[in-house]
């Protein structure tokens, strides 16, 4: 699933307030090695660090609905991957704060800059990969790029993933030309820099705070982004630079497994498990669950369990309100496994994450192809059909079903 953070949340590096003309010369280096041309220069601005909340504030404000944030912290909670307690809005703001002092808003087309910053590696790193944003935004429109992948969730983040690993894979390179290397001769300097990346989070303490969930999607984008960008350049070239944002990745399986890519797989189409006395409730939004999701879901719950992820072919979700009661809000979830046995075990797995994920949850019944019981979340019916499984959760009492 997505959620509106990962699309605010600038580079995971700070980065120093450079004169426009160093941009420009950073900008025609990364054009040599993309083939990309640099269209225009790149707007710029400088911001003091105390302005930043309420610039994030507003760009919150713009971006993303007051009821849609609130129907996405509900997901979140609902699938396992929040505590019940979990605020996203204060989070996000919180993490956005206290994230670089530089980043490209492709809404607006300018680099931001932090008055302060101090010159440093690190700093020029950064700059190099909102400088890359801000080429492969002139050419592919990164803000319409991000838009396709809203009808599935799984989607948005692969996308993300594509223009976060992009970026980092030119960081890398345009740092590695400078010592007169290359990431195309060494798979050792890619796995180095994919390290740094999914290290990140050790030098900000509000992105180590956050839920498990929350903090690897974060660092997902960038770090398996670049491995995935860098399989797609070594294999085609150039052209691949181009070929990631016209022949978009369809879910985070294909970034995780780049030979899924070249296959060209599609996941399962959506289907949805059947809603009990529909006409009472309203559907709150629906979209896909992925690999990725399934992943840190498995690694939260039941890590000797995590890489039964790769069995994953599709899944799905919806929330629904009750109409009578805004604060009943109920689950459906439907996965399809790569075989019959793959099925089962996550089968078996669900059942830790039901009891893990909620404070009270006891089992009315519990039989090897079917789970029902409540928790202090309402009513749960868990089924093992085949290749599939699925949930319905949530429910009142005189509503689940039998």
């Not at 002139?138 to 993300?160: C, N, P, T, V, Y």
């Not at 789970?371 to 005189?398: I, Q, T, Y």
């Amino acid at each position: 699933m997505k959620t509106p953070f990962r699309l605010m949340l600038p580079a995971l590096l700070a980065a120093t307030v450079c004169p426009a003309q160093e941009n420009e010369v950073i900008l025609k280096g990364l054009a040599e090695i993309t083939g990309l041309a640099m269209l225009r220069p790149v707007a710029q601005i400088t911001m003091p660090r105390e302005k930043l909340k309420a610039y994030f504030d507003e760009r919150i404000n713009e971006v993303v609905k007051p009821d849609e944030i609130r129907i996405e912290e509900l997901a979140l909670k609902k699938l396992g991957f929040a505590p019940p307690d979990f605020d996203l809005r204060k989070t996000t703001v919180e993490l956005m704060a206290e994230q670089a002092a530089a980043f490209y808003d492709y809404r607006k087309k300018q680099m931001v800059l932090l008055e302060g910053s101090s010159a440093g590696a690190m700093q020029d790193l950064a700059l190099v990969h909102e400088l890359a944003h801000a080429l492969a935004d002139q050419h592919f429109q990164l803000e319409k790029f991000i838009k396709k992948g809203g009808a599935s969730d799984d989607g948005s983040l692969a996308r993300m993933a594509v223009m976060e690993g992009q970026a980092t894979w030119l960081m890398s390179e345009y740092m590695a030309k400078k010592m007169g290397q290359s990431l195309l001769q060494s798979d050792a300097i890619v796995g180095m820099m994919a390290n740094m990346a999914g290290s990140g989070a050790s030098g900000f303490p509000v992105l180590q705070s956050v839920p498990l969930y929350m903090r690897e999607s974060l660092i997902f984008p960038y770090s398996q982004g670049l491995m995935f960008q860098h399989k797609v350049v070594s294999k085609m070239g150039k052209e691949g630079f181009k070929e990631v944002f016209r022949r978009a990745p369809q879910s985070t399986q294909e970034i995780l497994h780049p030979e899924r890519y070249f296959e060209k797989s599609t996941p399962l189409a959506a289907k949805f498990v059947p809603f009990p006395k529909e006409k009472d409730w309203k559907k709150l939004t629906e979209g896909s669950v992925g690999e990725f999701d399934h992943k840190i879901l498995l690694k939260q719950y039941s890590p000797s369990m995590e890489l039964l992820a790769e069995k994953w072919r599709g899944a799905y979700y919806q929330l629904w309100e009750q109409k009578k009661d805004s604060n009943r809000v109920a689950l459906t979830y439907y996965s399809q496994w790569a075989d019959n046995k793959s099925a089962a075990e996550f089968f078996a797995a669900y059942k830790d994450i039901l009891t893990k994920k909620w404070k009270k949850t006891k089992f009315s019944e519990d039989k090897p192809n079917s789970l029902s019981g409540r928790s202090e979340d309402g009513a749960f019916s868990v089924r093992l059909e085949g290749v599939r499984v699925s949930s319905l959760e949530g429910l009142p009492e005189d509503e689940a079903p039998r």
